[in-house]
């Protein structure tokens, strides 16, 4: 029996939880295509911090990058912080240590989970946020310039580089999803009508969509693009931005179709990759067996797909179908209503019937 070894990396509060139900699935899918998913664990996050002085140890960064994929649960805890006041945060050092550069957030709501939004358009809402991710206002944390204790500078970091490989990676991205029915519009994000860095991004974007003519391109700022993920979300395909703005809209996509958490997410490099949900550790709810593990069941998706291209193993792209189908289905049958909707599903309750579905 063929086997992946996945780097697991529950991390804190609510993190553990998920994880232990992501593996679970993993567990049941496996044995339905004769391939074995083998987690490896290794202690990372706040708690890790606290208790060794280390949040992220070099010995799990070299079995991370041995490992076929990393499945990470969730980082940081409010009263755990670095000396300058920052969150504990090794998912942001894993980015940058493996190269992880484009972001990948799927924006898609389910049939059966409550919508924010009173237009029945909102129905159809169906894009994705790529967010370059390892350079921008995120690029020299931990180096800001403090003049006394009058200023604070920190830079926005934008290489040609950089943008080539997150604007191909998204425009790649919107050619698939047109063979796939979808409109084929990839969006840029910025703020060129004010900063510099960003209209440099924008004009290196317009430059390799040049190589993509079958592809829809263009750009918006923003600000715009804020109101107009509110006004008319259903409008939109493939959006590519800078780290910062990126990680902002990525949220406010989360609450059109339900809350962080239904929002899985990927972290794509070369030759690795990451898969977590978008949400943090709710430490309130932490051990309490009400955490909703949707948007991790949702991130595994985004694994067995980048696993199934990565290894070109159809049985993954399979278990992919299966599992996505088994949770849109969950929901659509409401078999399954999470706390934070008013049901009473459970962490346990949702893994069970997912698997069930399966």
């Not at 020299?140 to 500078?153: F, H, L, Q, W």
């Not at 990525?250 to 690795?272: F, N, Q, T």
Request: proline share 4%; aromatic share 6%.
């Amino acid at each position: 029996m063929d086997s992946i070894t996945i780097a697991a990396l529950p991390g804190d509060g609510i993190g553990i939880d998920v994880t232990h139900s992501a593996l679970k699935v993993l567990e049941a899918l496996g044995s339905k295509i004769d391939m074995r998913f083998v987690p490896q664990h290794h202690r990372v996050g706040a708690i890790a911090y606290q208790e060794t002085g280390t949040a992220l140890s070099d010995k799990t960064i070299r079995a991370a990058g041995e490992a076929d994929a990393m499945l990470l649960g969730a980082m940081g805890l409010p009263h755990i912080r670095y000396d300058d006041g920052t969150e504990i945060s090794p998912q942001l050092d894993l980015r940058e240590h493996f190269g992880l550069f484009a972001g990948v957030r799927p924006i898609r709501p389910l049939t059966g989970v409550p919508s924010k939004l009173a237009d029945p358009r909102a129905a159809s809402i169906d894009f994705v946020m790529v967010r370059e991710q390892t350079e921008g206002l995120f690029k020299e944390r931990g180096a800001t310039a403090m003049k006394s204790d009058e200023e604070a500078r920190d830079a926005m970091v934008i290489t040609r580089a950089g943008v080539q490989r997150v604007s191909d990676f998204a425009l790649e991205l919107g050619r698939q999803r047109k063979a796939r029915g979808r409109p084929g519009r990839v969006t840029c994000v910025d703020k060129a009508n004010v900063l510099g860095s960003m209209a440099y991004f924008r004009r290196v974007f317009e430059e390799r969509a040049a190589a993509f003519p079958d592809v829809i391109v263009d750009a918006a700022y923003v600000d715009a693009m804020a109101l107009n993920l509110v006004m008319k979300p259903w409008d939109y395909d493939v959006m590519v931005t800078e780290n910062l703005l990126g990680d902002i809209l990525s949220d406010l996509g989360a609450a059109l179709v339900g809350g962080m958490g239904m929002a899985p997410s990927a972290d794509i490099g070369e030759s690795h990759a990451l898969f977590q949900p978008a949400h943090g550790s709710a430490p309130d709810i932490a051990g309490r067996g009400i955490a909703n593990p949707t948007a991790m069941l949702l991130s595994v998706v985004l694994m067995l797909d980048w696993l199934a291209s990565h290894r070109s193993d159809q049985r993954l792209g399979d278990a992919a179908r299966a599992l996505e189908r088994a949770i849109d289905l969950a929901y659509a049958e409401k078999r399954i209503m999470p706390f934070e909707f008013g049901g009473s599903s459970g962490t346990a309750d949702i893994t069970r019937e997912v698997i069930a579905g399966l």
